[in-house]
């Protein structure tokens, strides 16, 4: 996988999503069906003898409805310390929570080994010395298109406005400093389907305030320095 992203400020540093390897609910709807099920995730060609991959084994059993679900999945596979390459099998459990759909059935969710939320997709960042799959925020990982050249902040809050307009019944496309802080759910959405996008308005709104405090932190700088430089030229000194 490719190096680590790069920028001007510590935590544009951090890995981005499309670094990391991803394991998604929606790729284990099947799974969590059949408590006690084994099986393997891979990424690329599983042909190949390259190819990178985790085994997984649903466990437990949850009665939803009548219906049978796995309760958690236990994932192993074998991850490399940098740098000093040494392999380690890595085993634990991810468990499952579930919602219910307005069009029926059940959706699963992880439910972060960290930190304990709910959430569609985990990550595990390459080259970071990290063993477990985690959520975003556990990980700080950023997105790809927040860290290129140009101008970031703006970036970042189109970002937010679009997000917000796509879950918005009234697709309102507001500041992110500004009310509404929370989209209200357009008329026959499904909960589940908003609630992902609500989350993806949240993760806007958390890179936006993330390069908002950037950009005071350069500027802040950017006056000490010049005050320092104020000083020296009218003789001002700290002796």
């Not at 437990?60 to 049978?68: S, T, Y």
């Not at 009234?170 to 008329?187: G, I, Q, V």
């Not at 499904?190 to 993806?200: K, S, Y």
Request: proline share 5%; aromatic share 10%.
């Amino acid at each position: 996988m490719g190096g680590f992203g790069s920028g001007r400020r510590e935590y544009a540093t951090t890995p981005t999503v499309e670094e990391c390897r991803a394991v998604d609910t929606d790729d284990l709807k099947e799974l969590t069906e059949h408590p006690n099920a084994t099986g393997q995730l891979y990424w690329g060609d599983r042909d190949d003898d390259d190819a990178n991959y985790i085994g997984w084994r649903t466990e437990g059993v949850r009665d939803l409805d009548g219906e049978e679900r796995a309760d958690r999945v236990r994932f192993q596979y074998t991850t490399t310390h940098y740098p000093s390459e040494e392999s380690t099998t890595v085993e634990y459990a991810v468990r499952f929570d579930y919602t219910e759909p307005n069009f029926g059935g059940v959706r699963p969710w992880f439910m972060c080994p960290e930190c304990g939320t709910r959430r569609r997709k985990l990550y595990l960042p390459p080259r970071r010395n990290a063993d477990r799959f985690l959520c975003r925020e556990c990980y700080d990982l950023g997105y790809r298109s927040s860290r290129n050249s140009g101008n970031e902040l703006e970036r970042a809050e189109q970002r937010y406005r679009k997000a917000f307009a796509k879950a918005d019944a009234e697709s309102r496309r507001p500041h992110p400093n500004n009310l509404p802080y929370t989209p209200d759910r357009p008329k026959g959405m499904h909960r589940d389907t908003f609630a992902d996008l609500v989350e993806d308005v949240r993760e806007a709104k958390r890179e936006w305030r993330e390069e908002m405090d950037g950009r005071m932190q350069d500027l802040l700088a950017d006056m000490g320095t010049g005050a320092e430089h104020a000083a020296g030229a009218f003789g001002y000194t700290d002796r």
